[in-house]
Structures are given as structure tokens and as C-alpha cells.
């Protein structure tokens, strides 16, 4: 705010601050002696101007003191911002200065092409008063103005030699470049802001094909990081189950091997217990048959061997000879058979698994092509489907090739054919990366892509390629070009070409149309990026009834 006052109450003739501030006519404030010096300059003229705004006085105005100013001035000094510099109106190491200031130099505000000198703002104010400097060219200040001028004619170079690619003065034109292709520099500053459009056109073209591109990643490493989340959490919950699933069988397992054994074990206790009742007894027995053996006593003996020598029925003993822990094999066997089969299917699955998860593929992550070498890699083979084509399309070259007729052909009736409109589709569906080129000429061509759900019949819009939200064409005619979806146009810059090349990406959803030039240089004329959800198929419309107009669909392989 400091500097802003000091430059209100600075006298525009000396630069410093107001020195006895007097106020003219037309409002403007100068030191006393810095005006009265300016109009002693202009007595002879008796016409006395305002050197700002050239406002003209007569007679020559009498002067006073403003005393307002002389005050605001002395309480501008006692701040001190009377100490503010006032160098940086004058001209330093880096800045252009007025070639017309003596002495120290001002701060050029403008170079003029014309008089090739640098102005201050004081300096350039006749270029804005007289009538005569009013076609002058003004630019920003430059300390290469002599560059204009012709070393060797001591001329402008108003010329240009578009053989030799050079600046040159009219003498030049009739001297060492007689005969080149010589324009005006105007002409040929025209004609290169032209091309400069279209490279800006071409640039902001790729500026924003390479944002779509960043958020179309950004997009695509979101949606894979979901993707990946959602696989890993999946994952976990199965592994979690199937770990859970392991543990209840393991559990089961262990339940029954368990209560198996107590009841094998209960029945071999049971099976022991009699047998050691049955020895018991028997050995109570011996001991009264070893008695009976000693007995001397005839009858006795007799009487007592019967009772005796009767022993009761023996305890089964044929489960002695199972094993009570042989059962057990068999699950043991079981369990690992299942461990077997479990670590076969997994060792299997999970080479399914690990190939899957390295086939998960980045959308764009082959990079789009970017010479005709690149893209006839992806080159196909399209030929028109007769059964498509239109009563008057007339199709030949292999069905290649496809012009009008004036009577209709002898095409037997097919729900495919289009009926009202002059279209016809590809035989082959696109997917995946294709490209393809159309050779044209005539009036009123539209290059197409449609799903092969595109209505046949009805109205322009239903029918009509890029009419609809199931088809896209660019209108290729003799003086422009036109990209065309669901009804809405949209007007496309670039050479015009008798060929055409179109580049799909299906999975991208990525279509791109080329002009291809005679030396088969591709510029791009239109790019668009949408979601495709079906296969395309390639068409043609030939819009106009010009005998002329014929397309094909050129043989790349």
C-alpha cells in the first residue's frame, strides 16, 4: 500500500515525488517546475499539453500551488517513504531500455516492429496520438529487434523464403532468392499459426487422451485393489471354513476312535474278568481232583469223580485271537488317503489357482499403438455380410468392396438386411484388439461400429449407424469430417484422406479413427472411450445416392 501511495503522489515527468504539486485542467498533478518546463517547450505551438493523457490547453493555464497535494506530500517525507526507490522505473542489467531516453534510461514499456526502437511509457505515447504510427506493430519489449533487419540490405525482413526456410528483406526476394517460393512474413505467420492451431489442437488432444488414460487407471488399480480385497477376504472365509470343516472331521474322528476304544476296551475287561473266574475255578477243581486221586476209598472215589470231573462250558475265547486295536488301521488308513487325496487335489487346484491370479490383467497395460507398424499388428480380415447389405448396396472384391446401385439387387429376404437405410455390417464379430482400413471416395460416407442388435427396420434413429446408443461413425465427405453416437454430432479436425484407419480395443473401450496420408503417416482424428458390452461388428452407410461413392475394406495381411 506504501509503494501504491508513493507512486500516486509521484510527478510522471521526474519520477520522484511531487515537488510543489500543481493540478492542470484535465486533473493531472505534476512538480511546478516540471510542467512549466514542459509548456516553455511548447510556446511557439501557443497549444499546451498534458504529457499523459495529450490533453491540449489555450491559452497556457495559470498555475497554482495545490496545497491538498503539498500537504498529503510532507506527510508522505515524514513517513519516509521519500527514500522508496525510484530505480526500478529506470532500466536495469536485465530489463529492455528506451532507445530514445538520454542519460539514464527508463524501463521500455513496448518495441516497436516498425521504427525497431523501444519505448518508455512517455516515449511511446505518440505511437498512440499520431495518426500516422497507427498501423505500427507493438510488442512486448525485446533486445532482439535488429534480428529484423537484413545484414545484407540493411532492410526489415519483411519476407520469408519458404525454400530456404528463412527470414529475408524485398531486396533478397529479387536478389540471392529469385525464383524460391518467397510469401510475406504476415502470410507466412498466418499460415504457421495455422498449423500451430492444429498442433495445439493435436497437443490438447493428447493432453486429454492422457488424463482419460491416468483416471482410466486410476480407475482400473481402484477397481483391482477392490478386486484383490475382495479376493483375499473370499479366500480367507473358505480357508477359514475349510480349516473349521478339518478340525469338526479331526474332532468326529477322534470322538469315535475314542468311544470305540472304551467299548472295545469294556468288552476285553468283561471277557477277562470271566476268564479269570473261569481259572479260579478251575484251579479249584484241580486241587479237588489232585485230592480225589489220593483217596483210597474205592466207593468214594467212585461216588465223588462223576460231580467231579464234570466241568462247565468254557468261556468263547475266539475274540482273543482280534487284535482290540487292529479296527484302528483301517481308520488310520483312511485318514491318510483322505490326507493323500486332499494334498493331489490342492497340489492341482492350486497350479489353477496361481496361474489365474497371474493371468489378472491391468486394463491398458499394453500400451496403445502408436506408428502403422504397431497397429497392423492387430489387423483383420473384414468382409461384409451380403445378408446385411441394403436392396441397393451392390457388394464385389470378396465382399470387400460396396457401392450403390440404381436398382435394387436380388437379395433373398433376410431378417439381417437393413431396409430403409443403405447399410451393411461385417461378417465377423470384433473383440479384443482389431484394426482395420477403409480406402473411399464419393460423397457421404459414414464408417461404422454397431452391436449386431441395431435395429433393421424404422427410423433413422433406430436404424442409423451412430444414430443410437448401439453404434458409433465418423461422416467422412469431401470437405470435413463428423463423429456421430446416439444422435449427437460432434465435429473433428484433421486432413482430409481417401483412407481410413479405425483401431478398436473392445476391452478398453477404445475407439480411434485415423486419417492416413499418401505416404501412410497417420493423424488421429477422433478418439472415444466408453464401456462396450457386447461384440461389435465394422459397418458401412453410404448416405447419399452418389454414383461415385464407393467404399473398401482394405486387405492388410
Known amino acids: 500500500m506504501a509503494q501504491l501511495n508513493r507512486e500516486s503522489f509521484s510527478c510522471s515527468i521526474c519520477l520522484d515525488l511531487l515537488q510543489d504539486p500543481v493540478a492542470i485542467p484535465c486533473g493531472h498533478s505534476y512538480c511546478m517546475s516540471c510542467i512549466q518546463t514542459h509548456w516553455d517547450k511548447e510556446d511557439e505551438k501557443k497549444a499546451y499539453s498534458c504529457p499523459q493523457c495529450r490533453q491540449t490547453f489555450t491559452p497556457r493555464p495559470v498555475l497554482g500551488k495545490h496545497t491538498l497535494l503539498a500537504g498529503l506530500v510532507e506527510e508522505l517525507k515524514k513517513t519516509g517513504l521519500q527514500a522508496a526507490p525510484a530505480d526500478r522505473l529506470y532500466a536495469g542489467a536485465e530489463d529492455v531500455a528506451c532507445d530514445v531516453c538520454t542519460g539514464r534510461k527508463l524501463r521500455a514499456q513496448k518495441s516497436c516492429l516498425q521504427c525497431l526502437i523501444s519505448f518508455c511509457q512517455m516515449h511511446l505515447q505518440p505511437h498512440y496520438d499520431i495518426p500516422a504510427y497507427a498501423k505500427h506493430k507493438l510488442t512486448e519489449p525485446s533486445r532482439k529487434l535488429q534480428e529484423n533487419v537484413c545484414s545484407r540490405h540493411d532492410e526489415v525482413m519483411k519476407m520469408f523464403c519458404r525454400t530456404d526456410q528463412e527470414l529475408i528483406c524485398y531486396l533478397c526476394s529479387v536478389d540471392e532468392h529469385r525464383g524460391h517460393d518467397t510469401v510475406s512474413a504476415a502470410a507466412e505467420h498466418t499460415e504457421k499459426q495455422r498449423e500451430l492451431e492444429v498442433s495445439r489442437q493435436n497437443i490438447r488432444q493428447r493432453i486429454q487422451d492422457r488424463e482419460r488414460d491416468v483416471k482410466m487407471l486410476q480407475e482400473e488399480v481402484e477397481a483391482v485393489s477392490r478386486s484383490a480385497d475382495e479376493a483375499v477376504e473370499h479366500s480367507?472365509?473358505?480357508?477359514?471354513?475349510?480349516?473349521?470343516?478339518?478340525?469338526?472331521?479331526?474332532?468326529?474322528?477322534?470322538?469315535?476312535?475314542?468311544?470305540?476304544?472304551?467299548?472295545?476296551?469294556?468288552?476285553?475287561?468283561?471277557?477277562?474278568?470271566?476268564?479269570?473266574?473261569?481259572?479260579?475255578?478251575?484251579?479249584?477243581?484241580?486241587?479237588?481232583?489232585?485230592?480225589?486221586?489220593?483217596?483210597?476209598?474205592?466207593?468214594?472215589?467212585?461216588?465223588?469223580?462223576?460231580?467231579?470231573?464234570?466241568?462247565?462250558?468254557?468261556?468263547?475265547?475266539?475274540?482273543?485271537?482280534?487284535?482290540?486295536?487292529?479296527?484302528?488301521?483301517?481308520?488310520?488308513?483312511?485318514?491318510?488317503?483322505?490326507?493323500?487325496?486332499?494334498?493331489?487335489?490342492?497340489?492341482?487346484?492350486?497350479?489353477?489357482?496361481?496361474?489365474?491370479?497371474?493371468?489378472?490383467?491391468?486394463?491398458?497395460?499394453?500400451?496403445?499403438?502408436?506408428?502403422?507398424?504397431?497397429?497392423?499388428?492387430?489387423?483383420?480380415?473384414?468382409?461384409?455380410?451380403?445378408?446385411?447389405?441394403?436392396?441397393?448396396?451392390?457388394?464385389?472384391?470378396?465382399?470387400?468392396?460396396?457401392?450403390?446401385?440404381?436398382?435394387?439387387?436380388?437379395?433373398?429376404?433376410?431378417?439381417?438386411?437393413?431396409?430403409?437405410?443403405?447399410?451393411?455390417?461385417?461378417?465377423?464379430?470384433?473383440?479384443?484388439?482389431?484394426?482395420?482400413?477403409?480406402?473411399?471416395?464419393?460423397?457421404?460416407?459414414?464408417?461404422?461400429?454397431?452391436?449386431?442388435?441395431?435395429?433393421?427396420?424404422?427410423?433413422?434413429?433406430?436404424?442409423?449407424?451412430?444414430?443410437?446408443?448401439?453404434?458409433?461413425?465418423?461422416?467422412?465427405?469431401?470437405?470435413?469430417?463428423?463423429?456421430?453416437?446416439?444422435?449427437?454430432?460432434?465435429?473433428?479436425?484433421?486432413?482430409?484422406?481417401?483412407?481410413?484407419?479405425?483401431?478398436?480395443?473392445?476391452?478398453?473401450?477404445?475407439?480411434?479413427?485415423?486419417?492416413?496420408?499418401?505416404?501412410?503417416?497417420?493423424?488421429?482424428?477422433?478418439?472415444?472411450?466408453?464401456?462396450?458390452?457386447?461384440?461389435?461388428?465394422?459397418g458401412l452407410w453410404l448416405r447419399y445416392l452418389d454414383p461415385g461413392l464407393t467404399a473398401l475394406l482394405c486387405k492388410l495381411k
Open 236 to 538: 480367507q472365509k473358505i480357508f477359514t471354513e475349510l480349516i473349521r470343516l478339518m478340525e469338526k472331521r479331526r474332532s468326529d474322528v477322534e470322538l469315535q476312535v475314542r468311544s470305540q476304544q472304551e467299548t472295545e476296551v469294556r468288552r476285553v475287561k468283561e471277557l477277562q474278568e470271566k476268564m479269570e473266574e473261569e481259572i479260579t475255578e478251575l484251579r479249584k477243581r484241580d486241587a479237588e481232583l489232585e485230592k480225589l486221586s489220593h483217596t483210597e476209598d474205592l466207593n468214594q472215589f467212585l461216588h465223588d469223580y462223576p460231580s467231579l470231573t464234570q466241568l462247565s462250558e468254557p468261556t468263547d475265547s475266539s475274540s482273543i485271537t482280534e487284535h482290540p486295536l487292529r479296527s484302528f488301521k483301517d481308520v488310520t488308513a483312511a485318514v491318510t488317503e483322505v490326507r493323500d487325496r486332499l494334498q493331489d487335489l490342492l497340489g492341482k487346484k492350486w497350479t489353477n489357482i496361481a496361474q489365474t491370479v497371474t493371468e489378472v490383467d491391468v486394463l491398458l497395460s499394453e500400451p496403445e499403438p502408436r506408428t502403422r507398424a504397431d497397429f497392423l499388428k492387430y489387423a483383420r480380415d473384414i468382409r461384409l455380410d451380403p445378408d446385411t447389405a441394403n436392396w441397393l448396396l451392390f457388394l464385389s472384391d470378396r465382399n470387400r468392396r460396396v457401392t450403390i446401385e440404381e436398382e435394387e439387387q436380388s437379395y433373398t429376404f433376410h431378417p439381417k438386411r437393413f431396409m430403409e437405410w443403405r447399410q451393411v455390417l461385417s461378417s465377423e464379430s470384433l473383440t479384443g484388439r482389431c484394426y482395420w482400413e477403409v480406402e473411399w471416395s464419393g460423397f457421404g460416407l459414414r464408417l461404422a461400429v454397431a452391436y449386431n442388435s441395431i435395429s433393421r427396420t424404422g427410423s433413422r434413429n433406430e436404424c442409423g449407424f451412430g444414430q443410437n446408443n448401439k453404434s458409433w461413425g465418423l461422416d467422412c465427405d469431401t470437405d470435413s469430417f463428423s463423429f456421430w453416437h446416439n444422435n449427437v454430432e460432434t465435429p473433428v479436425s484433421g486432413p482430409r484422406s481417401s483412407r481410413i484407419g479405425v483401431y478398436l480395443d473392445h476391452r478398453a473401450g477404445i475407439l480411434s479413427f485415423y486419417s492416413i496420408s499418401k505416404r501412410k503417416n497417420m493423424t488421429l482424428l477422433h478418439r472415444v472411450r466408453t464401456t462396450f458390452t457386447r461384440p461389435l461388428h465394422a
